[in-house]
């Protein structure tokens, strides 16, 4: 499915051109690492950070939002993103499962789902900023609590895709898979950190290189996350318990 990697390239394309032209005059040569939690919708935010300022920083799943947040355009960006993903997840679902399914069968089925997972972190993210501006301090707090929440909630969209259930039991089952104490979880996010961490290196490099560099970076990272995202879904089906998929919750249409 090598071709899915077009999405989060032509969405990168569209949304962050313009942000990264503009940071192109702030710095002569950057250096940074960016390590993220799993993400399932590649963005070119999940490893490299636009503010110049080197360092190490997270990525919180409001799909990349930070360049615009602020902007008259963020809820057309989150609606767009959340339609784009439904069909990006579905048909990598359908992919890995050996079903058929086409990327706007998926958008169309999946899309109001991810569209409410999407708009709980852009509100919780919104409450970061309120609280940013009336007290820094509890802000760098308040960050950190998203962290620890995005753990227990990141496997949300997956399980709305692969179980075909409602966005309140996916919520469940995210924190089954994850609160459990035999969950794998943990193992499984400090290696995907890992691996953003290392693939962050190369992308701040690339970035030095102007708008070609930019474009470079764009490609190469959307087969990466791309083989990402379909590694988080392969890691759900195989520590996703069986009584969490066969729960009270019936799954829509049947």
């Not at 409001?62 to 439904?86: D, E, H, K, R």
């Not at 992308?203 to 990466?224: E, K």
């Amino acid at each position: 499915m090598y071709y899915l990697a077009l999405l989060p390239f032509l969405v990168d394309s569209v949304f962050l051109t313009g942000k990264f032209a503009q940071s192109m005059s702030t710095y002569t040569f950057r250096v940074g690492v960016k390590f993220s939690l799993p993400f399932y919708f590649p963005s070119l935010t999940n490893v490299y950070d636009f503010p110049a300022r080197p360092g190490i920083s997270t990525e919180l799943p409001v799909f990349g939002l930070a360049p615009i947040f602020g902007s008259a355009s963020a809820i057309l960006y989150t609606v767009i993103l959340a339609y784009v993903s439904a069909g990006y997840l579905g048909r990598l679902h359908s992919s890995i499962t050996g079903t058929l399914s086409t990327i706007l069968d998926s958008a169309n089925k999946y899309f109001l789902r991810i569209l409410a997972y999407a708009a709980l972190w852009l509100g919780l993210t919104l409450v970061g900023v309120i609280i940013a501006l009336a007290n820094p301090l509890s802000a760098v707090l308040y960050v950190l609590l998203l962290i620890v929440v995005n753990y227990f909630l990141f496997l949300t969209p997956f399980a709305i895709v692969a179980d075909n259930v409602s966005l309140t039991e996916g919520l469940r089952r995210s924190l089954n898979a994850s609160g459990s104490l035999s969950s794998r979880t943990i193992p499984y996010v400090l290696l995907y950190g890992l691996v953003t961490i290392v693939v962050s290196v190369p992308v701040y490099l690339i970035l030095n290189f102007g708008l070609l560099g930019f474009f470079a970076a764009l490609a190469g990272f959307a087969f990466i996350g791309t083989v990402l995202v379909a590694s988080t879904f392969c890691f759900y089906s195989n520590i996703a318990p069986q009584e969490m998929k066969t729960g009270s919750a019936v799954p829509e249409g049947q």
